[in-house]
């Protein structure tokens, strides 16, 4: 069993800098893959980025060059750092932990999101 908690987001302008963490719990979450969704409104839930449990990355089309994942196993904590943010980035940020390191694996814990606005 994994437990999740992101924090870190909030309203920001388009071009601003923007890092989310997520801290977990549990034996397995230092040998989870560890991975950020998203979902805008009026839209399902999207893979954003993915780091395994060796440090391994994998990103959506939409994020890459933008965003970057990481982990500090030491903290228990995995983070979203996303830069050059456009209005399109605007949605409730997922993390999650899962057992498959690859681009939108099936995840089998969940956080319960934290909200990112960017404005124009």
């Known amino acids: 069993q994994v437990q999740l908690v992101e924090s870190g987001g909030r309203l920001v302008q388009a071009g601003d800098s923007l890092r989310l963490s997520c801290t977990g719990s549990?034996?397995?979450?230092?040998?989870?893959?560890l991975a950020w969704f998203r979902q805008a409104p009026g839209k399902s839930r999207n893979f954003a980025a993915l780091i395994s449990w060796n440090g391994a990355t994998y990103y959506a089309d939409s994020v890459k060059g933008r965003f970057t994942i990481s982990r500090d196993n030491a903290k228990n904590t995995v983070y979203l750092q996303m830069n050059s943010l456009k209005p399109d980035d605007t949605a409730v940020y997922y993390c999650a932990a899962g057992r498959i390191a690859t681009v939108n694996p099936p995840m089998d814990y969940w956080g319960q999101g934290t909200q990112v606005t960017v404005s124009s």
């Open positions: 549990g034996r397995t979450f230092s040998s989870s893959a």
